[in-house]
C-alpha cells in the first residue's frame, strides 16, 4: 500500500556534498512528519532531520548548519541535503514518514547508504 523509497546515497569524499530523497507513494491522504534517520554498523538509530508539513525543521546538533531537509509536498518527497561531509556521516540513512491512511501509521524506508570516505 504505502512504500517509502530512498535514493541518492553513495561514496562521497570528506569534505563533499550529497543529496538524498525519499518518495513516499500508495493510498496516501497526507503526511504529518517526515524525518531522516541514519544507523552507522553497531549503533542505534539516530534522528538525523525532521520536517513538519507546514515547513518546521529540526536537526541533530551533529548535522547542524550542514544538513538540509526540505519537502515537496505535491510530490510527497523529502529530501536531505549533505554538505561537508564527514566520515562520521557513514551510516545508512532511513527515511521515515507519519502518513494518514485512514489514520496516522509510520513509515520507514528501506535505507540508503551513504558512505564518506577519501
Known amino acids: 500500500q504505502v512504500q517509502l523509497v530512498e535514493s541518492g546515497g553513495g561514496l562521497v569524499q570528506p569534505g563533499g556534498s550529497l543529496g538524498l530523497s525519499c518518495a513516499a507513494s500508495?493510498?496516501?491522504?497526507?503526511?504529518?512528519?517526515m524525518s531522516w534517520y541514519r544507523q552507522a554498523p553497531g549503533e542505534e538509530r539516530e534522528l538525523v532531520a525532521s520536517?513538519?508539513?507546514?515547513?518546521?525543521?529540526n536537526y541533530a546538533d551533529s548535522v547542524k548548519g550542514r544538513f538540509t531537509i526540505s519537502r515537496d509536498n505535491a510530490k510527497n518527497t523529502v529530501y536531505l541535503q549533505m554538505n561537508n561531509l564527514k566520515p562520521e556521516d557513514t551510516a545508512v540513512y532511513y527515511c521515515?514518514?507519519?502518513?494518514?491512511?485512514?489514520?496516522?501509521?509510520?513509515?520507514w524506508g528501506q535505507g540508503t547508504q551513504v558512505t564518506v570516505s577519501s
Open positions: 500508495g493510498s496516501i491522504v497526507s503526511i504529518d512528519f
Open positions: 520536517a513538519t508539513k507546514g515547513g518546521s525543521t
Open positions: 521515515n514518514a507519519r502518513i494518514y491512511v485512514g489514520s496516522y501509521f509510520n513509515y
